[in-house]
């Protein structure tokens, strides 16, 4: 899910930092998705305030609970790593990240003073794609979390679980199209999805898992 945030890249503009744990669809049950919670935070980013892939990031104990702050790789408080930056999206499910990312940071300028920075806001101008630094990884293939992606398992209501937990009503995804007709073979439950703009797939292609 996405949160807000800034990262500062010179005296006149402040870039506001938003990330997002436990990353999701950004859509409802119906659309085949979970939905998402968001929460502000400001951060800066040394020099020019870009991202790059690489680059590591934490939380930022100034903005609590949900605020993420760019650092050293090897401090401490670094919690992942960039797998790509991406431009911002404005319409929900319109960012994909690569396989593997656990959470989704977008990075947003905004012009001026704020007193308030914990309310983030600001024009969305980047996607950071993170990959937690320890070993819990919900965004692999079957894991349950991250965007939904081949490999994965959900419900019959379209909803992403665990595959190592899914029940007997649970299907393994076996591509992500925009048409039923293009599902590969071995599908047998084409779940056509709600109209979403921006998502780049209408149908997931599943089989019982």
């Known amino acids: 899910m996405f949160q807000h945030g800034s990262s500062r890249s010179a005296a006149a503009r402040r870039a506001g930092l938003v990330a997002a744990l436990g990353l999701g669809l950004a859509l409802t049950a119906a659309c085949g998705g979970k939905d998402t919670g968001s929460g502000s935070s400001s951060s800066s980013k040394g020099g020019s305030g870009s991202w790059q892939a690489g680059d590591c990031g934490g939380p930022d104990p100034k903005q609590a609970p949900d605020g993420y702050r760019a650092m050293g790789c090897d401090e401490s408080g670094a919690t992942f790593k960039a797998l790509e930056v991406t431009s911002a999206g404005f319409l929900p499910g319109s960012v994909q990240c690569p396989a593997g990312t656990d959470l989704m940071i977008r990075v947003s300028v905004s012009y001026g003073s704020s007193k308030d920075k914990s309310k983030g806001g600001g024009i969305p ?48 995804v076996l591509d992500l199209v925009k048409e039923k007709e293009q599902c590969p073979a071995g599908t047998s439950e084409p779940m056509e999805l709600t109209l979403s703009i921006g998502r780049p797939y209408d149908v997931i292609c599943a089989a019982p898992v």
């Open 125 to 172: 101008t980047h996607t950071v794609c993170g990959r937690n630094l320890s070993g819990d990884h919900p965004g692999d293939a079957g894991a349950g979390g991250g965007q939904l992606v081949k490999g994965d398992c959900v419900s019959s209501s379209a909803q992403e679980v665990a595959c190592a937990s899914a029940g007997r009503d649970a299907f393994k």
